[in-house]
């Protein structure tokens, strides 16, 4: 009789362990790419908001954006060359921000999912904003034209 009630409250600990089943959602954060040549390179994110049915789910960033800019691999390029910008999951609008050397920042032309960079040598650091039905997410990457 004692087997049968340990082996019960076994049974009954370790259904209770698994605790409440929460439903599952099929959302994939988009990923940003900045594309020179024939090679990508995946951009960092900053901040996401995603709100679809019962789900919802946010990343405010704590750092800023010199700082993710400190993570991403700094890309060397050409002046006036062009980089070409991909996010997944086709989203609704992108806005581009070119933050310069002084600290000023201005939005930049996307044409064709292209940029061309500017004439100057330099460090700069791109905010590039994304924006569904469904949530934002934005990415950011620097440059060093030569």
């Known amino acids: 009789m004692k087997k049968i009630i340990l082996l019960m409250l076994i049974v009954i600990f370790i259904a209770g362990c698994n ?8 959302y994939v954060q988009a990923q940003g790419k900045v594309i020179v040549g024939n090679q990508d390179y995946s951009m960092m994110i900053d901040e996401f908001v995603w709100k679809e049915k019962e789900f919802e789910t946010r990343k405010l960033n704590d750092s800023n954006i010199y700082d993710l800019a400190d993570e ?3 890309l060397e ?3 006036d060359d062009k980089l070409k910008i991909e996010v997944e999951q086709n989203p609704s609008s992108i806005i581009v ?3 310069n050397e002084d600290g000023t920042s201005q939005t930049v032309e996307l044409k ?6 500017p004439s100057k040598e330099g460090n700069y650091i791109y905010e590039v904003m994304a924006e569904w039905n469904e949530g934002k997410i ?6 060093n034209i030569k």
Do not use: H, R
């Open 97 to 99: 921000n070119q933050w």
């Open 19 to 26: 605790g409440i089943p929460q439903p599952s959602t099929d």
């Open 112 to 117: 064709e999912n292209e940029i061309t960079l």
């Open 138 to 143: 934005s990415y950011v990457f620097d440059i």
């Open 72 to 74: 991403f691999n700094t």
């Open 77 to 79: 390029v050409e002046k």
